[in-house]
């Protein structure tokens, strides 16, 4: 039987020109997640000009691209092959310079330590089984005074059912996920994602060394209209959306 990732690979492999032509992300600046104010708007990293960044869990390329639009010298790493071609052409596309490294992102043993001012993720990390081995190098690659920014789904918002609005999961019980969606091609996928508490976040933050600066539950509502001008169309409900956050973002400093 497949581990875990490896079936996520597999995943990945079969679904990344569907995903991208469904989830169409664009590369004017690093976006956060679905209804969440992009990173022009939250100014939650600084100036990047000039700075070492790396993107774990990077996809497409869509948010290294935009880091490199800003003049910062951007590494992206994936476990997808596929993901990383489609990044390669966009990073091509718009003119810009972005290193893309294939890998298991819960493990960056080829980044040398201290080496980053910024590590960056967003809507990645459900997809890794072991998030305190991962933040720990996070932490170890990171130089002193570097930030760690990430995003999720929010756990409260991925347990509800947009349809019922009723729990489809037991929160008190995280663990492995297995689902099952139609995509852009019309036919059904299977995926593997890993649910979490808020509090299981915290703790691998805290036991991987890092600190805890700020956490974010920003929704940006006006002027949206459910699955026509917001990037994640087919997965998020407008009406809910309104009552329960889709992302959250941390952000987390190598003191």
């Known amino acids: 039987m497949k581990k875990s990732q490896d079936r996520i690979k597999d995943w990945w492999e079969d679904s990344s020109k569907w995903y991208q032509k469904d989830a169409k992300i664009h590369t004017r600046a690093a976006h956060y997640g679905p209804y969440a104010p992009d990173e022009d708007k939250l100014r939650l990293l600084g100036k990047v000009k000039g700075k070492k960044i790396l993107e774990i869990g990077c996809g497409g390329g869509q948010c290294s691209i935009a880091f490199a639009k800003e003049g910062a010298n951007v590494t992206g790493v994936d476990i ?24 298991d992102v819960q493990t960056l043993k080829q980044f040398k330590s ?27 690659i990171l130089k002193k005074n570097g930030l760690f920014v990430f995003s999720f789904g929010h756990p409260f918002h991925e347990n509800i059912n947009p349809k019922t609005t009723k729990l489809k999961y037991n929160y008190n019980k995280p663990g492995k996920v297995v689902e099952t969606e139609t995509w852009a091609d019309g036919k059904k996928h299977t995926f593997i994602m890993f649910k979490r508490r808020i509090s299981d976040i915290y703790d691998a933050i805290v036991e991987s060394g890092l600190t805890l600066e700020k956490i974010l539950e920003p929704v ?14 087919d997965d998020f409900s407008l009406k809910l959306a309104k009552m329960v956050p889709p992302t959250i973002i941390f952000k987390t400093r190598k003191k």
């Open 220 to 233: 940006k509502l006006k002027g949206q209209k459910a699955w026509t001008s917001d990037p994640f169309t």
């Open 114 to 140: 201290n080496g980053y001012d910024i590590v960056f993720s967003t809507w990645a990390l459900q997809y890794i089984p072991d998030l305190k081995k991962c933040f720990k190098e996070v932490h170890r």
């Open 80 to 103: 997808s092959e596929e993901q990383l071609k489609y990044a390669e052409n966009l990073a091509k596309k718009n003119k810009v310079k972005v290193k893309f490294v294939q890998s």
